[in-house]
């Protein structure tokens, strides 16, 4: 259990039978009456925010999450099969239970699977991923680091905006989180 004053950013907590996480919460002391937490929930399956306030002090349970490291193997049809390199076990997700990231998800890649229950909740990808060009427009003489971007596709279908002197096939690491170019590499 856990109570609404231990609230952080990223709690997780179990509230009608679904997992939510803490986005924002906000202790207020009001002058008269009795302290109160106003919380911004967003819910873990669906994806949908509330707000929702509670009591100072109240009680409810702390949504038990395990994270463990899984290797993409391969697809099969429209499901994305993991395997545990530990126990060789097969995890199969579907693209809505993977969520925005698929679009830098590749064969051999290690993941974090997120589960509450037995049930996989969210993948989580490495902070950045190294991805080769596969589509964009040619350099031109003269294109230099802060002359502007261009669009590039890369070697899983992902779209990044890269500087106008990077050319196909060159490996380049991206941010997951913001989609954004982060550099060449070797």
Do not use: C
């Amino acid at each position: 259990m856990i109570s609404s004053n231990d609230f952080r950013t990223g709690t997780t907590i179990e509230l009608d039978g679904q997992v939510w996480r803490v986005v924002e919460f906000l202790h207020v002391k009001p002058g008269k009456g009795s302290a109160f937490v106003r919380t911004k929930l967003k819910g873990v399956q669906s994806g949908n925010v509330v707000e929702k306030t509670f009591r100072a002090g109240e009680t409810m349970p702390q949504a038990q999450l395990e994270k463990s490291t899984l290797q993409h193997t391969y697809m099969e049809g429209d499901d994305y099969v993991f395997m545990d390199m530990a126990s060789y076990e097969e995890t199969r997700l579907t693209a809505k239970q993977i969520g925005d990231g698929r679009k830098y998800l590749k064969e051999g890649m290690e993941v974090s699977v997120v589960s509450w229950n037995g049930k996989p909740l969210e993948v989580e990808l490495p902070n950045s991923v190294v991805l080769e060009v596969t589509q964009t427009d040619p350099g031109v003489k003269g294109d230099t680091a802060t002359g502007g971007t261009k669009p590039a596709i890369v070697e899983t279908g992902a779209q990044v905006m890269v500087p106008l002197f990077i050319t196909i096939g060159e490996k380049i690491k991206v941010d997951t989180r913001t989609d954004s170019y982060l550099g060449r590499e070797s």
